[in-house]
């Protein structure tokens, strides 16, 4: 696989962002500030704009910032920690800030508040930033149109002695209202990655539609704009065979790093199809194994990659692999299969897993899926 970069994460971070606001949309107290429809749309429509110019800045600045090495390589997100430490600033600007209207649209902070540590800020504080980096990226933010009045951190950002000051944009009067509205939203969710970064970082309004905190909602739909266009267009035909085929599907955000799961499951049979999981840089897809039983199933029509995945994927370490004497598996069981008259078994906990970067192998996956769904 390719090396992943910042911009490849600014482009899939881009395309999860939810690309409009249905006109039924209706933000609840106490999220309204007294604000009419049309100012709180205007509000989330500015603040995904500014969404959009932040990533097409940031991946034409990547090599301005700096790539975090350790013995333990992590995750990608982890080696551009920019992501996480912007997305840190706007949540605290928005959640701390009072939102003022008269006599122009700004947010109205006091520079100790920033240094408080909500309960969704556990791991990730401004407070635990180091100086060079807090002014790196308010600097950053100034130089894209955020005004910072009444305090000077042109040299350094000491936040316990700004005392109060205000936050306007130069660019669109209505980003605090959106920069405000999108905090509140991410601070109005269960799921406790979610509330770090995924929901602002998205424009992910929904979460102001409720009065009490629910689990976010995700959808694929929208989701597959972080695709190339011929996996974007794979999946949204394999979205309308299983639904038509009488799918449930269940979405969720998986981390700080906004990766996508969808999980399928037959609403007859209660089985779970597939799971979609969207990363950067790649697709992958999980069948379930429940037809391979059958005998019609889809062994003759792999071509070698996929096989060759299926007899070297990992097990639990529980499992073992290739013994017709192993009967017990803490995960679940095992599931058994034959390539070319060799018998196999692989824990159900990890299941196989297939990229979909392969027009072939698409190919055959969907016919794999339409099998599943068949019984």
Not at 40 to 67: E, Q
Not at 138 to 151: I, K, Q, R, T
Not at 294 to 305: H, K, T
């Amino acid at each position: 696989m390719r090396f992943i970069d910042l911009e490849d994460i600014c482009n899939h971070f881009k395309g999860a962002v939810i690309p409009h606001t249905p006109e039924d949309f209706v933000v609840v107290e106490p999220f309204r500030h007294n604000l009419s429809n049309d100012d709180l749309n205007a509000g989330i429509t500015a603040f995904r704009n500014f969404l959009y110019v932040l990533y097409d800045r940031l991946a034409a600045d990547k090599g301005r910032f700096d790539i975090k090495t350790s013995k333990k390589e992590g995750s990608v997100y982890q080696r551009y920690p920019v992501m996480n430490d912007i997305a840190v600033i706007l949540f605290t600007l928005g959640i701390h800030g009072r939102l003022e209207t008269e006599p122009r649209m700004m947010l109205t902070v006091d520079g100790q508040d920033l240094l408080k540590t909500l309960p969704m800020q556990k791991y990730q504080t401004v407070q635990k930033m180091k100086g060079k980096r807090k002014l790196e990226l308010f600097n950053y933010l100034s130089d894209m149109g955020f005004y910072f009045e009444g305090v000077d951190f042109s040299k350094n950002i000491d936040l316990e002695n700004a005392g109060t000051f205000n936050i306007t944009y130069e660019n669109d009067d209505y980003l605090v209202v959106g920069l405000k509205l999108l905090a509140e939203a991410q601070a109005n969710t269960k799921t406790k990655f979610y509330r770090y970064t995924a929901a602002i970082m998205r424009c992910d309004f929904q979460p102001l539609a409720y009065t009490q905190p629910k689990a976010p909602t995700v959808d694929i739909i929208q989701y597959v704009n972080t695709q190339p266009p011929e996996i974007r267009e794979w999946l949204i035909d394999l979205d309308k065979l299983l639904t038509a085929g009488g799918c449930k599907v269940t979405g969720e955000v998986r981390n700080f790093e906004c990766d996508g799961r969808f999980i399928y499951t037959s609403r007859k049979g209660k089985k779970i199809i597939c799971k979609i999981d969207m990363e950067v840089g790649c697709s992958y897809v999980n069948p379930n194994i429940n037809h391979l039983e059958n005998s019609v199933n889809i062994m003759a029509e792999l071509p070698d990659s996929m096989s060759d995945n299926m007899k070297s994927g990992k097990t639990c370490g529980i499992c073992a692999e290739n013994d017709p004497n192993f009967v017990h598996c803490n995960h679940g069981g095992p599931f058994k299969f034959t390539i070319n008259d060799e018998y196999y078994e692989r824990c159900r906990f990890y299941g196989f897993r297939f990229a979909l970067n392969d027009a072939k192998e698409r190919e055959v996956l969907r016919r794999w899926i339409e099998l599943e769904l068949a019984g």
